[in-house]
């Protein structure tokens, strides 16, 4: 049957056979006329008769009518020509925000889909937040923050980032006694440490240790910080090691070292600090470190991590200036120090002198007044004598202020002038490593281009090669980054000393002034207390000449003597 071109907008309709027995299906029946039908008979052929010519296609459009639906739920309002007559303005509200879940209830589920709702309260009030007994309860009001809390909370200092990440230590080195037998007899110190640092089990703790573990601290700390001028110990001494005054100071100079390492920041956070500060097992610990760690002896440190070699034959020329210069001034400095030093050993010897030649005349005058038999004159002799010995203890006492105010910095600024000197040689061998490792990585290079001008009849050693060149290349890369960062840190470092050499000589010679100035006004004291008591004596004790054993047998010689004796008296006064 032949269907009208004219109802069909496209103009065509294929044709449809009778005799088929597939019939249409119902989504082919319902098409619409925008759709056309596609029936399938792949055996029959489209005719060709009932297709007009494509300049004679007609096209006829279907009317669409715009009718307007009451929706005022619709985003874009109602539609139609009539809008204001045929629907009410509505006034745009702004949405309501979700309600947030009680939180004794978020893990409840509806039971049924009829419970969920577009709104939050439906949500709600579809899981029953209050039950009997132990059930769910809805949450407490939320209570605003109390004028207490608030001035509780601004009474409260604030600490700052920076010292909160950085660590306040506290470190006294005391109650040195000796321990051992006559072979191995040695001075024990008490290092006790109040830090605020979360690194430690403790905020406070007290360790033993011996000048040894002390040493041990100093050439680990020069061994993982490569660079860094690390406070030194005191120097070994064999003579005279027990006596008071060589301990005192060596104790005063411990724990400025221990102090000044631990107020470095690069060095406060070193392990081995913390091992020397709290271990209670120091020497076990110790050895289990260098079981762990083999290679990192003294002569080798963090280049031998690394796989760097550490020294070289050729002497180091320094090509930076500003090193160069530094080195010179460290090696005037270290002269003058010296000969500060020197003088500072002699102004001690001097007061050390006196207070020996104090000591002998208070023996001399305690001795003359011993044979005097007038108590006129042996009791202002004996009372020289006693102030001759206080004033021995004086300049003793002085003697140790100098040795320990400005003497034990001039020390430690020698000490650490080796210790700056340390640091260059490391950067020296630094330098050198770096060195070496490029001529190595150049002979390897030329073996690699001989073995590509041979071809590929040694190719498993060509790869051996290239891994090698590769590996030096690396080592090569390591060394020279080694080399300019510990240049770096050396500059900070020597700018930290010249800062720190300011504040301490300061520090020292104030210290050495003020005590030389108290040590003189107690040695005027006493020259005026001696004074008031031998005026005070004169007024109430016997004349300072007694009479002749001849002249007293006779009372009229001895009432002429002693008529004659305060005249004499008087003279002499």
């Given at each position: 049957?032949?269907?009208?071109?004219?109802?069909?907008?496209?103009?065509?309709?294929?044709?449809?056979?009778?005799?088929?027995?597939?019939?249409?299906?119902?989504?082919e029946?319902n098409?619409?006329?925008?759709?056309?039908?596609?029936?399938?008979?792949?055996?029959?052929?489209?005719?060709?008769?009932?297709?007009?010519?494509?300049?004679?296609?007609?096209?006829?459009?279907?009317?669409?009518?715009?009718?307007?639906?009451?929706?005022?739920?619709?985003?874009?309002?109602?539609?139609?020509?009539?809008?204001?007559?045929?629907?009410?303005?509505?006034?745009e509200?702004?949405?309501?925000?979700?309600?947030?879940?009680?939180?004794?209830?978020?893990?409840?589920?509806?039971?049924?889909?009829?419970s969920?709702?577009?709104?939050?309260?439906?949500?709600?009030?579809?899981?029953n937040?209050?039950?009997?007994?132990?059930?769910?309860?809805?949450?407490?009001?939320?209570?605003?923050?109390s004028?207490?809390?608030?001035?509780?909370?601004?009474?409260?200092?604030?600490?700052?980032?920076?010292?909160?990440?950085?660590?306040?230590f506290?470190?006294t080195?005391?109650?040195?006694?000796?321990?051992?037998?006559?072979?191995?007899?040695?001075?024990?110190?008490?290092?006790?440490?109040?830090?605020?640092?979360?690194?430690?089990?403790?905020?406070?703790?007290?360790?033993?240790?011996?000048?040894?573990?002390?040493?041990?601290?100093?050439?680990?700390?020069?061994?993982?910080?490569?660079?860094?001028?690390?406070?030194?110990?005191?120097?070994?001494?064999?003579?005279?090691?027990?006596?008071?005054?060589?301990?005192?100071?060596?104790?005063?100079?411990?724990?400025?070292?221990?102090?000044?390492?631990?107020?470095?920041?690069?060095?406060?956070?070193?392990?081995?600090l913390?091992?020397?500060?709290?271990?209670?097992?120091?020497?076990?610990?110790?050895?289990?470190?260098?079981?762990?760690?083999?290679d990192?002896?003294?002569?080798?440190?963090?280049?031998?991590?690394?796989?760097?070699?550490?020294?070289?034959?050729t002497?180091?020329?320094?090509?930076?200036d500003?090193?160069?210069?530094?080195?010179?001034?460290?090696?005037?400095?270290?002269?003058q120090?010296?000969?500060?030093?020197?003088?500072?050993?002699?102004?001690?010897?001097q007061?050390?002198?006196?207070?020996?030649?104090a000591?002998?005349?208070?023996?001399?005058?305690?001795?003359?007044?011993?044979?005097?038999?007038?108590?006129?004159?042996?009791?202002?002799?004996?009372?020289?004598?006693?102030?001759?010995?206080?004033?021995?203890?004086?300049?003793?006492?002085?003697a140790?202020?100098?040795v320990?105010?400005?003497?034990?910095?001039?020390?430690?600024?020698?000490?650490?002038?080796?210790?700056?000197k340390?640091?260059?040689?490391?950067?020296?061998?630094?330098?050198?490593?770096?060195?070496?490792?490029e001529?190595?990585?150049?002979?390897?290079k030329?073996?690699?281009?001989?073995?590509?001008?041979?071809?590929?009849?040694?190719?498993?050693?060509?790869?051996q090669?290239?891994?090698?060149?590769?590996?030096?290349?690396?080592?090569?890369?390591?060394?020279?980054l080694?080399?300019?960062?510990?240049?770096?840190?050396?500059?900070?470092?020597?700018?930290?000393?010249?800062?720190?050499?300011?504040?301490?000589?300061?520090?020292?010679?104030?210290?050495?002034?003020?005590?030389?100035?108290?040590?003189?006004?107690?040695?005027?004291?006493?020259?005026?207390?001696?004074?008031?008591?031998?005026?005070?004596?004169?007024?109430?004790?016997a004349?300072?000449?007694?009479?002749?054993?001849?002249?007293?047998?006779?009372?009229?010689?001895?009432?002429?003597?002693?008529?004659?004796?305060?005249?004499?008296?008087?003279?002499?006064?």
């Open positions: 049957m032949d269907l009208d071109t004219g109802d069909s907008p496209w103009g065509d309709v294929p044709s449809q056979s009778i005799g088929s027995h597939t019939s249409p299906k119902p989504d029946e098409t619409s006329p925008e759709q056309p039908s596609q029936q399938a008979s792949s055996t029959t052929p489209r005719s060709p008769v009932r297709r007009n010519p494509r300049g004679a296609r007609k096209i006829s459009a279907h009317a669409t009518k715009l009718e307007a639906v009451d929706d005022t739920l619709d985003p874009l309002g109602p539609l139609g020509d009539k809008t204001g007559e045929s629907s009410p303005i509505v006034i509200q702004a949405p309501v925000p979700p309600q947030k879940e009680a939180f004794t209830a978020r893990n409840a589920r509806p039971t049924s889909s009829t969920q709702t577009s709104s939050g309260a439906g949500m709600i009030d579809s899981v937040l209050e039950e009997d007994g132990a059930g769910f309860r809805n949450p407490p009001p939320v209570q605003p923050p004028d207490a809390d608030s001035a509780k909370r601004h009474s409260e200092p604030s600490i700052s980032i920076e010292k909160a990440a950085k660590p306040t506290d470190i080195v005391g109650d040195p006694h000796k321990v051992g037998d006559l072979t191995s007899s040695h001075i024990v110190y008490q290092v006790r440490t109040k830090t605020s640092s979360k690194a430690y089990r403790q905020p406070e703790f007290t360790v033993s240790r011996r000048y040894r573990d002390f040493l041990w601290l100093y050439n680990s700390m020069h061994n993982n910080n490569p660079g860094v001028v690390v406070p030194p110990p005191p120097e070994k001494q064999a003579v005279g090691r027990f006596d008071t005054n060589f301990v005192e100071s060596r104790r005063a100079a411990l724990e400025r070292m221990l102090n000044k390492i631990a107020t470095h920041p690069i060095l406060q956070h070193d392990g081995d913390k091992i020397f500060l709290e271990s209670e097992t120091f020497n076990l610990d110790v050895k289990n470190k260098e079981n762990k760690e083999p990192l002896g003294q002569s080798k440190g963090m280049f031998s991590s690394f796989g760097i070699n550490v020294g070289g034959g002497k180091f020329v320094e090509h930076d500003w090193f160069h210069d530094r080195k010179i001034y460290l090696d005037a400095l270290e002269n120090l010296k000969a500060l030093m020197k003088s500072i050993d002699t102004v001690v010897a007061r050390k002198g006196l207070a020996e030649a000591g002998d005349f208070s023996a001399s005058l305690h001795a003359l007044a011993a044979v005097e038999l007038s108590p006129a004159l042996s009791t202002p002799l004996d009372g020289l004598s006693d102030l001759q010995l206080r004033i021995r203890e004086l300049y003793e006492r002085q140790q202020q100098d320990l105010t400005l003497g034990i910095t001039i020390d430690e600024y020698l000490r650490l002038i080796g210790s700056v340390t640091a260059f040689s490391q950067r020296q061998k630094a330098f050198h490593s770096w060195h070496s490792a001529s190595e990585m150049q002979k390897r030329h073996t690699q281009e001989k073995l590509l001008r041979q071809g590929k009849t040694q190719q498993d050693r060509l790869n090669v290239n891994a090698d060149v590769a590996d030096a290349e690396r080592k090569v890369h390591q060394a020279r080694l080399f300019e960062d510990m240049g770096r840190l050396m500059r900070n470092e020597l700018q930290r000393f010249e800062k720190e050499k300011v504040e301490d000589f300061k520090s020292g010679v104030e210290t050495f002034l003020e005590s030389a100035v108290e040590a003189q006004k107690e040695l005027i004291e006493l020259w005026e207390t001696f004074l008031l008591q031998l005026d005070a004596g004169e007024e109430g004790v004349p300072f000449y007694a009479p002749a054993a001849g002249d007293a047998a006779t009372p009229s010689a001895s009432e002429g003597g002693a008529e004659v004796a305060p005249a004499a008296a008087e003279e002499e006064a």
